[in-house]
C-alpha cells in the first residue's frame, strides 16, 4: 500500500508563513497528481493546490499568489509553501496522490491523515 505523512503545521500569527510537507512511500510505481487539500470545522473538504506529473499547478482562488505548490519526484514529496496566512487558512490541511501502484494497473487516490494549521488574528 502507500502512505502519505504530512508534517509541518502549527500555530501561526496572520501575516506569517509556513511550509507543509507529504511524504509518500510504499507500494509506488508511478505518482501522478498530488494536491493539497483542507477542512475547516463544519466545513466541507476543499482544493487548495494542485500540481500535475508535468508541473502544472492549479489554485483556489482565496490561495492564488499567497501559497505555492511544488514536488519533488525524486523524493516521492509535495510541498505547500503558505504566505501571508490569514485566520480564514485555519483548517485541517490534507494530502493527496494520485498514485499507480504497480505497471498495467489503474492510479489510485491516497490520503494523507492530516495537519492542522492554525492562524491567529
Known amino acids: 500500500q502507500v502512505q502519505l505523512v504530512e508534517s509541518g503545521g502549527g500555530l501561526v500569527q496572520a501575516g506569517g508563513s509556513l511550509r507543509l510537507s507529504c511524504a509518500a512511500s510504499g507500494s509506488i510505481f508511478s505518482i501522478y497528481g498530488m494536491g493539497w487539500y483542507r477542512q475547516a470545522p463544519g466545513k466541507q473538504r476543499d482544493l487548495v493546490a494542485t500540481i500535475n506529473s508535468i508541473g502544472v499547478t492549479n489554485y483556489a482562488d482565496s490561495v492564488k499568489v499567497r501559497f505555492t505548490i511544488s514536488r519533488d519526484d525524486a523524493k516521492n514529496m509535495v510541498y505547500l509553501q503558505m504566505n501571508s496566512l490569514k485566520p480564514e487558512d485555519t483548517a485541517v490541511y490534507y494530502c493527496?496522490?494520485?498514485?499507480?501502484?504497480?505497471?498495467?494497473?489503474?492510479?489510485?487516490?491516497?490520503w494523507g491523515q492530516g495537519t492542522q494549521v492554525t492562524v491567529s488574528s
Open positions: 493527496n496522490a494520485a498514485v499507480k501502484i504497480a505497471y498495467g494497473l489503474r492510479s489510485e487516490s491516497f
